[in-house]
């Protein structure tokens, strides 16, 4: 079975600096999806950005960006210029491309702490 | 353009009680989901459904059911609470059945069983 590990219950950072959360997959899949969600205290999840296994490309979204290493099945989340609206859960995601949402698998979250 | 509605956002219930949980969305998509979230965990699937009239098990479907009989509503419903069934639970929806189309979530209900 699939697994997704976020091995950083918790992350800080200070506000405008750089951090990078953490994620490792299993899967024996060679075509797959990666997602980072978002949680604010809203409790609304928001995407916030998405890889395909099969670009090579690292996914960026303004001030978001990922490292995706398939080899190692590595998936961090980049986020530059850190602002205090940053401050959430984190929560990467994986689904094979066969198949859809509901073959998606969650890890169990970072929170993130932005620091003024 | 509400979304995703979720209602209730919070609720109380009492060992046995039965409740219906409330999603509706108007952005017309067909693949329509219930996730459940643990503290400290991420979301697990409950039940999900591939259009009106259609619904299948997800991951953690013991003690729940559900319904779809529009494209609009797919209610959870709880019939006999029990305190393994405290947590948030959030409905999402996607416009297609591949991987790469992403979830639009509700705001989530927070369910206390006591």
């Known amino acids: 079975a699939q697994t997704v590990t976020q091995s950083q219950p918790e992350m800080s950072v200070q506000e405008a600096e750089t951090v990078t959360l953490s994620c490792t997959y299993d899967t024996s899949e060679s075509d797959y999806y990666l997602f980072w969600y978002k949680q604010p205290p809203s409790r609304q999840m928001i995407l916030v950005i998405r890889?395909?296994?099969?670009?090579?490309q690292n996914a960026t979204e303004n001030r978001f960006s990922v490292n995706f290493q398939k080899a190692a099945k590595s998936f961090s989340l980049k986020i530059s210029d850190s602002q205090l609206g940053d401050a959430a859960m984190y929560f990467c995601?994986?689904?094979?491309?066969?198949?859809?949402?509901?073959?998606?698998?969650f890890g169990k979250g970072t929170k993130l702490t932005v620091n003024p | 353009n509400a979304g995703v509605t979720q209602t209730p956002k919070f609720r109380i219930l009492k060992i046995g009680q039965s409740m219906t949980l409330q999603c509706t969305q108007d952005m017309n998509h067909n693949y329509m989901y219930w996730y459940r979230q643990d503290p400290g965990m991420g979301l697990k699937l409950i039940y999900y459904s591939v259009g009106a009239g259609i619904t299948d098990k997800g991951e953690v479907p013991n003690g729940y059911n559900v319904s779809r009989s529009t494209t609009e509503d797919f209610p959870l419903r709880l019939e006999l609470a029990a305190p393994s069934q405290t947590s948030v639970y959030f409905c999402?929806?996607?416009?297609?059945?591949?991987?790469?189309?992403?979830?639009?979530f509700g705001n989530g209900t927070r369910l206390t069983v006591t």
């Open positions: 890889q395909e296994a099969y670009k090579q």
């Open positions: 995601a994986y689904t094979p491309s066969q198949g859809g949402s509901e073959k998606l698998v």
């Open positions: 999402a929806t996607t416009w297609g059945g591949q991987g790469n189309s992403p979830l639009h």
